[in-house]
């Protein structure tokens, strides 16, 4: 079983933690499916997947750090 917060690859959330992981432990960042009926940014780490609420301070911080990155790497 998975812990809560947690979700496996190709599957909706079905709630967010409101919880802040290490930048540096974080490989990517994605946006839960469009046809979810929460929307979630899933934190991806080395050995997890998290749900995020998109709405949080937090979150929001960390997507403009990626996508900075993601615009200096092209």
Do not use: Y
Request: hydrophobic share 35%; proline share 7%.
């Amino acid at each position: 079983p998975l812990g809560p917060g947690l979700v496996p690859v190709g599957l909706c959330c079905s709630h967010n933690i409101n919880m802040m992981i290490p930048k540096r432990r974080v490989k990517n960042l994605e946006m839960s499916s469009w046809h979810c009926k929460l929307r979630s940014v899933i934190v991806i780490t080395e050995r997890k997947k998290f749900c995020l609420d998109p709405n949080g301070s937090w979150t929001q911080e960390l997507q403009r750090e990626f996508e900075k990155e993601a615009s200096t790497d092209l």
